[in-house]
């Protein structure tokens, strides 16, 4: 399977759209999982990283699960198509901050500040109702337009942003892939949110980005995901979901 890509550029002053709906969000919960189609241990928490943000969020808890699948299992039978080195740093950076001894899979971060076993149930609800006592720094106003096969998100911020970074993750919602090799050989695995393309940009309060869809994703099959991170402690502190009309 060919790896897709995208390029993200950065384009100021602001430009409103009027035809275009307003995303506003309040206290979403972000959950990253770093993942493997290689690791035999990985397909339970794929599975949960689907099944309990449904719960929860019945339940008013606005939960976006993320899907960041790593490098490290692709010597071992099976190189995993949606992998990323990008993503493997990214879970580094966490482990390092964490005082985590190793890095391991699956892993699920909670808005950036604690961790669990990805598989466990238990662990995250009670993460997430923990962090849905918390108040986000920041709330996201934002939008997205497709307009001539270009696509353009606007945002802003309910105030200026200070210490953070904008992370800007398109994914691909629903994902169903047969595992020829590998410890999964023979198995079906199903993911949810899968991140194809990743970038960080250092917001200003208002901004509008230009976005280069991934080729050879479906634009009713993807989403924006848009959240802001502190640049020291790493902890999120606002985010939004956005599809394409």
């Known amino acids: 399977m ?35 189609e290689g690791c035999s241990s990985c397909p339970p928490a794929d599975e949960l990283l689907k099944e309990m943000p449904d719960i929860l969020n019945k339940e008013d808890k606005n939960v976006i699960g993320i899907s960041f699948h790593v490098t490290y299992w692709n010597k071992l039978g ?8 990008q993503f493997t740093d990214r879970q580094k950076k966490y482990v390092a901050k964490l005082n985590l001894p190793q890095l391991y899979t699956p892993q ?9 076993v990805g598989s466990n149930p238990i662990a995250f609800r009670d993460l997430v109702m923990a962090a849905s ?21 606007s945002y802003d911020l309910n105030h200026d942003p200070k210490n953070i970074v904008m992370n800007i993750a398109i994914v691909e ?22 991140v ?9 309060k208002s901004g509008k980005v230009s976005i280069t869809w991934p080729e050879g994703l479906a634009k009713e099959k993807g989403s924006i995901i848009l959240y802001t991170q502190n640049s020291k402690s790493l902890k999120i502190n606002g985010a939004t979901k956005l599809d394409l009309k």
């Open 173 to 194: 919602k629903d994902v169903v892939h047969f595992i020829p090799q590998g410890e999964n050989k023979g198995r079906t695995l199903k993911h949810t949110n899968v």
């Open 196 to 204: 194809i393309a990743f970038e960080t940009i250092v917001p200003q």
């Open 2 to 36: 060919k790896k897709l890509t995208a390029i993200f550029i950065l384009l100021f002053p602001l430009i409103s759209f009027t035809d275009s709906k307003c995303q506003i969000s309040k206290g979403v919960i972000i959950v990253e999982l770093f993942t493997a």
């Open 133 to 153: 006592g918390k108040s986000s720094a920041y709330e996201i106003t934002s939008q997205v337009m497709n307009e001539n096969g270009k696509i353009f998100l």
């Open 108 to 116: 699920a971060i909670v808005n950036g500040e604690a961790e669990f």
């Open 78 to 85: 099976w190189e995993d198509p949606y992998s990323n080195e």
